[in-house]
């Protein structure tokens, strides 16, 4: 009987033994290299980073859109409201101060 240096078992020829100790040594040496195609995937705080980015910026688009309808209504219910210069440029200064405060408390 003859027992592996590194594997402790008993192998009945020294070529069995030779060539068990050297799988077990390949073995041991294919774990501690690198794979190079392995690449690991997003942590779970990246991921739930990205999916509160997506989030805030779901519902930024849905204030938005909702913001844009309550003007369309504005509009239609306000008939003496004359689009012009000086009122373009008003609601211009309003949805810009607006847009500000927002992205003031997003910070």
């Known amino acids: 009987m003859f027992y592996g240096y590194l594997t402790g078992r008993p192998?009945?020829?020294?070529a069995a033994m030779q060539a068990g100790e050297r799988e077990v040594a390949q073995r041991e040496a294919a774990q501690l290299t690198p794979d190079p195609f392995y690449e690991p995937g997003p942590s779970p705080e990246?991921?739930?980073a990205a999916h509160e980015v997506v989030q805030r910026e779901q519902q930024d688009a849905?204030?938005?859109?909702?913001?844009?309808r309550a003007a369309e209504i504005f509009c239609q219910l306000h008939p003496?409201?004359?689009?012009?210069?000086?009122?373009?440029?008003?609601i211009e200064m309003l949805l810009q101060s607006r847009h500000n405060r927002r992205s003031v408390r997003h910070r």
Do not use: G, H, L, P
């Open 46 to 48: 990246d991921i739930k």
């Open 80 to 90: 003496e409201f004359v689009q012009s210069k000086r009122n373009a440029a008003a």
């Open 11 to 14: 192998y009945e020829t020294i």
């Open 62 to 68: 849905a204030k938005n859109m909702a913001e844009e």
